[in-house]
């Protein structure tokens, strides 16, 4: 039978609120299930970078925290490092950038377990059957958890077409490394200008890939791609090659959301938030204007399912005027491909499911509203 995915629109009243809301959505999900007594439940969500302010408000976080105590078991927050350099790039910027968006214990009730250690290269290497990789670097933490809950704002992205639970699993989860897998088939790349010499990456780099003459150079023969040179350059100077096309690397994501959802397929529940749907990623340090009116929740434990029914119901909406979407207002226009004509975003579905990550079939339950 296909998998039921749960949705909540956000029409409220007296004794029905968002909260309430939230809590129906995951138990009718199958929460009680998937987290048990004394477990490890690592909540997995996106803080925002530092100018953004579409992500997750930590009001709904902090419900979901709840319920999975009241459920007996140990939450935390998390989300990995960043690949590129920004407020979320080391654990402690990271923790900095969690706690000035209204993430702390003293709101959310639950610690802030930053994925991946301080460097973001703490992970282990997950065996995964894929068309790109046969193992896959997962940040410790995620692996290490009992269950996973995995808090989504769904929204655009200016690569993979659009961000949800896919997104968060696969680039949410992975350590450096693995994000610089994902986005790139070489190694980093020297801006001379920039390079003073200090020789401070050839000291982090274990591979004896970085040799410092007037300016640094990386062997790509030596080389293993594991990005930790990009952030221990005080300058700026090592940078990511964007090299992977938007189809190669959503299946690469697809691939990588696998391999952290391995052994806990049957211990991991999916909540996506259609609210605030801008073009562009939390990653981003601003976000524009919505792209939709505010949809409501998805709830369920089919990850490729979940995104598809999210899709769908972004679609089935009016476009937002003066907004980024350039065509396809109408609704069941495509609103993903009216801000990135050039991106299929069914990609990562289609091969998510290929890969056995899910399927794009469900059948939708509304709740009373
Ligand atoms: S750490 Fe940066 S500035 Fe220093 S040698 Fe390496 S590339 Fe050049
Ligand atoms: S990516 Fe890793 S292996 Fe490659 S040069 Fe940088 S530190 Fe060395």
Same mark, same amino acid.
């Given at each position: 039978?296909?998998?039921?995915?749960?949705?909540?629109?956000?029409?409220?009243?007296?004794?029905?609120?968002?909260?309430?809301?939230?809590?129906?959505?995951?138990?009718?999900?199958?929460?009680?299930?998937?987290?048990?007594?004394?477990?490890?439940?690592?909540?997995?969500?996106?803080?925002?970078?530092?100018?953004?302010?579409?992500?997750?408000?930590?009001?709904?976080?902090?419900?979901?925290?709840?319920?999975?105590?009241?459920?007996?078991?140990?939450?935390?927050?998390?989300?990995?490092?960043?690949?590129?350099?920004?407020?979320?790039?080391?654990?402690?910027?990271?923790?900095?950038?969690?706690?000035?968006?209204?993430?702390?214990?003293?709101?959310?009730?639950?610690?802030?377990?930053?994925?991946?250690?301080?460097?973001?290269?703490?992970?282990?290497?997950?065996?995964?059957?894929?068309?790109?990789?046969?193992?896959?670097?997962?940040?410790?933490?995620?692996?290490?958890?009992?269950?996973?809950?995995?808090?989504?704002?769904?929204?655009?992205?200016?690569?993979?077409?659009?961000?949800?639970?896919?997104?968060?699993?696969?680039?949410?989860?992975?350590?450096?490394?693995?994000?610089?897998?994902?986005?790139?088939?070489?190694?980093?790349?020297?801006?001379?200008? @920039? $390079? !003073?010499? &200090? +020789? /401070? *990456?050839?000291?982090? =780099?274990?591979?004896? #890939? %970085?040799?410092?003459?007037?300016?640094?150079?990386?062997?790509?023969? @030596? $080389? !293993?791609? &594991? +990005? /930790? *040179?990009?952030?221990? =350059?005080?300058?700026? #100077? %090592?940078?990511?090659?964007?090299?992977?096309?938007?189809?190669?690397?959503?299946?690469?994501?697809?691939?990588?959301?696998?391999?952290?959802?391995?052994?806990?397929?049957?211990?991991?529940?999916?909540?996506?938030?259609?609210?605030?749907?801008?073009?562009?990623?939390?990653?981003?340090?601003?976000?524009?204007?919505?792209?939709?009116?505010?949809?409501?929740?998805?709830?369920?434990?089919?990850?490729?399912?979940?995104?598809?029914?999210?899709?769908?119901?972004?679609?089935?909406?009016?476009?937002?005027?003066?907004?980024?979407?350039?065509?396809?207002?109408?609704?069941?226009?495509?609103?993903?491909?009216?801000?990135?004509?050039?991106?299929?975003?069914?990609?990562?579905?289609?091969?998510?499911?290929?890969?056995?990550?899910?399927?794009?079939?469900?059948?939708?339950?509304?709740?009373?509203?």
């Amino acid at each position: 039978m296909d998998p039921e995915i749960f949705f909540a629109d956000l029409r409220t009243r007296h004794r029905r609120t968002l909260f309430d809301k939230i809590d129906e959505l995951l138990r009718r999900a199958g929460i009680e299930r998937c987290v048990r007594t004394g477990d490890l439940v690592a909540v997995k969500l996106h803080f925002g970078e530092r100018g953004n302010a579409s992500f997750l408000r930590p009001v709904f976080v902090r419900r979901v925290v709840d319920l999975i105590k009241e459920l007996g078991a140990k939450p935390f927050l998390t989300d990995t490092n960043t690949l590129y350099r920004g407020s979320r790039t080391d654990a402690v910027s990271h923790l900095e950038t969690a706690v000035l968006h209204g993430f702390s214990y003293a709101t959310v009730g639950a610690p802030v377990v930053i994925a991946g250690g301080l460097r973001g290269n703490t992970g282990l290497k997950i065996p995964v059957s894929g068309k790109h990789f046969r193992e896959a670097s997962v940040a410790a933490e995620i692996v290490h958890a009992d269950a996973l809950v995995v808090l989504s704002h769904f929204k655009g992205h200016d690569v993979a077409g659009f961000g949800g639970a896919i997104k968060n699993l696969g680039m949410g989860c992975a350590t450096r490394e693995g994000k610089l897998a994902q986005h790139s088939d070489v190694s980093p790349k020297v801006k001379a200008k @920039r $390079c !003073v010499a &200090c +020789g /401070e *990456c050839v000291k982090w =780099c274990a591979h004896a #890939a %970085i040799t410092v003459d007037e300016k640094a150079r990386i062997h790509p023969d @030596r $080389c !293993v791609g &594991c +990005g /930790e *040179c990009i952030l221990t =350059c005080p300058t700026g #100077a %090592i940078q990511i090659r964007w090299t992977e096309g938007p189809l190669t690397m959503q299946e690469k994501m697809a691939e990588y959301a696998l391999a952290a959802l391995h052994g806990k397929q049957d211990r991991a529940v999916f909540l996506n938030f259609l609210t605030q749907i801008s073009p562009a990623c939390d990653c981003h340090g601003h976000n524009d204007a919505a792209i939709v009116p505010d949809v409501g929740l998805t709830a369920g434990r089919d990850p490729v399912a979940i995104d598809q029914a999210s899709v769908d119901l972004v679609n089935a909406c009016p476009g937002r005027e003066n907004s980024a979407l350039r065509c396809n207002h109408e609704p069941g226009g495509d609103k993903f491909r009216g801000v990135y004509p050039q991106i299929d975003w069914s990609v990562q579905l289609s091969h998510a499911e290929r890969i056995g990550l899910g399927t794009r079939r469900y059948r939708l339950t509304r709740l009373d509203s």
